[in-house]
T-cell receptor, first 115, second 111 residues
Framework: ETGVTQTPRHLVMGMTNKKSLKCEQH?????MYWYKQSAKKPLELMFVYSLEERVENNSVPSRFSPECPNSSHLFLHLHTLQPEDSALYLCASSQASDRENSPLHFGNGTRLTVT | QKEVEQDPGPLSVPEGAIVSLNCTYS??????FMWYRQYSRKGPELLMYTYSSGNKEDGRFTAQVDKSSKYISLFIRDSQPSDSATYLC???????????FGSGTRLLVRP
């Protein structure tokens, strides 16, 4: 398995459900990201973890809760979502150093539909 | 004003044409510039990565950055139907984790 793998590929959930998105990277990178992609809008950065520490939290509602147990795995826990949260959720990784970050490598995303 | 502006298209060209995709940005502190290609139902895939101004060529693709006018371009020579996808420009400041994306241009190359 190579690259960045996201599961599940598709998820339909009700507003009262709790679910989790999973991301795993096999590139040896030390930084991981969650992005949200909605139709006709630019990708929005949600969270960044570097060396398993959250370094950026981009004013995301608390119904989204990230978790990074190690440098290869990233989760996004979801609860009491709203229909407007329906989108493609993309995970990415990069190699971060004190000087610069390498470009992001993305997974294929989880298509989330909130009913 | 958006930090990165990109025409959404769609842009339709015949096979073999030279394609020019463009973005403008507002912050002169941006130093790194990237182009990603995204096929339907897939994640963005890195095409080109440049630092500061100038040109970078990779096969049929050329990325160009003009920092004086805050303008970035991607040229595709001898375009193929397999180039049909959405192209996203992106940029960031030095030592920042935050990559700022344009909204993407949808390209269709007709056989």
């Amino acid at each position: 398995e190579t690259g960045v793998t996201q599961t599940p590929r598709h998820l339909v959930m009700g507003m009262t459900n709790k679910k989790s998105l999973k991301c795993e990277q096999h590139l040896g990178h030390n930084a991981m990201y969650w992005y949200k992609q909605s139709a006709k809008k630019p990708l929005e950065l949600m969270f960044v973890y570097s060396l398993e520490e959250r370094v950026e939290n981009n004013s995301v509602p608390s119904r989204f809760s990230p978790e990074c147990p190690n440098s290869s795995h990233l989760f996004l826990h979801l609860h009491t979502l709203q229909p407007e949260d329906s989108a493609l959720y993309l995970c990415a990784s990069s190699q971060a150093s004190d000087r610069e970050n390498s470009p992001l490598h993305f997974g294929n995303g989880t298509r989330l539909t909130v009913t | 004003q958006k930090e990165v502006e990109q025409d959404p298209g769609p842009l339709s060209v015949p096979e073999g044409a030279i394609v020019s995709l463009n973005c403008t940005y507002s912050n002169s502190a941006f130093q790194y510039f990237m182009w990603y290609r995204q096929y339907s139902r897939k994640g963005p895939e890195l095409l080109m990565y440049t630092y500061s101004s100038g040109n970078k060529e990779d096969g049929r693709f050329t990325a160009q950055v003009d920092k004086s006018s805050k303008y970035i371009s991607l040229f595709i020579r001898d375009s193929q139907p397999s180039d049909s996808a959405t192209y996203l420009c992106a940029t960031k400041r030095d030592s920042s984790y935050k990559l700022i994306f344009g909204s993407g241009t949808r390209l269709l190359v007709r056989p």
